[in-house]
């Protein structure tokens, strides 16, 4: 198994090596000395236009081309440019070189020119020497051309994201492409090919798609007169935004505020507040637990969206969405962005109660979402009359859920059902877990074995491990002394849930089940730790 795994790594791997090194004024003047090779061009003076790739470009000392075939090199004779051509071959693994640009690298570092003009040097040393330093130099060249490829290709990702967090920003202004590219300090060409490069549109389409997104994101609460919601967004005047509100829209501002919106819902807990407000999206992601609860036809459930957008991207558009909920933050709001206005939610500022309002309000259901809360804190006003009757003081509970490899201890903002028992029933979170900072980090990571470590009054786990070595772990733990002396299990007040499916859930569905849970296990059900395990 060794020996194939070491054939099959260096499979994967290529080795460049130099075959002919050639000043750039010599190649003007001479093209056939050129072949079929890829080549590394490095300019140390001079300026001249060089077509590349059907586009012409300035070039001067310190640009770089990057190119798959030395033949496509065509320079005029005219020019002055002075510099090194390094035609290679590469050895090993067939697929694209990683020293591949579409386009002349432009103010290369000096390192790389004196690099480059230190290895023709050396190409015509005849004398004998050191026989690697000739493959050592070029080994350097091609390190600092990497790392200027992998450092240009940061920035622009850097810039390209502080460009579009400005223009989310400032999109109601008046914006130029010269002025954000000024902005982003890279000049309007550079920033033009890398804004549609990484969006799929120019600036000034992407400013127009934005503008209308959030005009209608305003339309989700209410409608305002056009001139002003035209104001909001950037534009002077109602009847200029109305027609190109309709252009990307197909229906004027007025319709798409008055229509029944086709929802689209990214995650279970906000499918779980469209189901409880009497409404199925579009399309939604079901957990296992939401599927038992509610039943859905196939054409409405969008399986496996939480880990993978792409593979769902045609089922998201052929939807024809009104308005994408999601959490904020997200990777794919630029990607859905074409698709329809997303609404993005915080996930760990916003409790569920919250985002449960705020959801109602965009389906203009607050009736309902009202009713609904009214009943729920009819029921937890209920439950803690029945546990001030039973345990009279709370004391401290803590969340455990258990995996093969770690515990985890959940904080209010994380749900599993902490958010209930610290915020409806009266549970106090134990020093212990407060000292850990989990006010702020929502979760607390540690050894199965450490748990005995953390005591509280009551102790809950909605979660056991599926791996045996896991369940081994956690039943070594059980039977030791340290547990055995834990005042939660000498009261009997451990309790093993192991639902985890259904404590995953944040939204008034899972909530209201989870309580219902919860008050199951504190008002009548005492599990012996072992015994209850083993089922």
Known sequence: MKKNKCKQDMAISQVYYPVQITRLEDIICDHEELSSLPCIVVVSEGVALCPVNDKEFKLSRGSVLLLDNAKSFLITVESKLRGIVIQYRTYGHEKPSILHHAKPLLNCSYRIINLALELQKASRNTSIGNPFHFQRMFVELLEALYNELDNRKKHDDLWIEKVL?????????????????????????????????HTGYTFSAYLTLLRIRKSQQRLLQHMPKLDLLAQEVGYSEGTYFSRKFKQLVGVSPTAYYKKEKRIVALNTNHTACLIALGITPELGVYSPWLESVRQVSPVHKLKGYEHDIASNYQEITAACPDVIINYSGSMEKQFLLSLAPVFELPCRQLSWREQFGLIANIVDRREVYKSWLQQYDEQIALCNHILDQQHGTRGTAIVWEIGSHAAYCLNSSHGRGSHILYEDLGFSRPDAIITQNIEQTGYLTVDIEEIVHFPADYIFITALPTKDFGKERLLTVLHSEKWQSLMAVQKKQVY??????????????????QLHKLMGVLTSQKYRATNHFHT
Do not use: C, M
């Open 496 to 513: 093993f849930i192991n639902q985890y499916e259904l404590f995953y859930g944040y939204d008034p569905l899972s909530t209201a089940s």
């Open 165 to 197: 967090d400005y223009i989310d920003l400032y999109f109601h202004e008046e914006l130029t492409r010269d002025q954000v590219a000024e902005i982003a300090q890279v000049s309007p060409e550079h920033f033009s090919r890398t804004f549609h490069k």
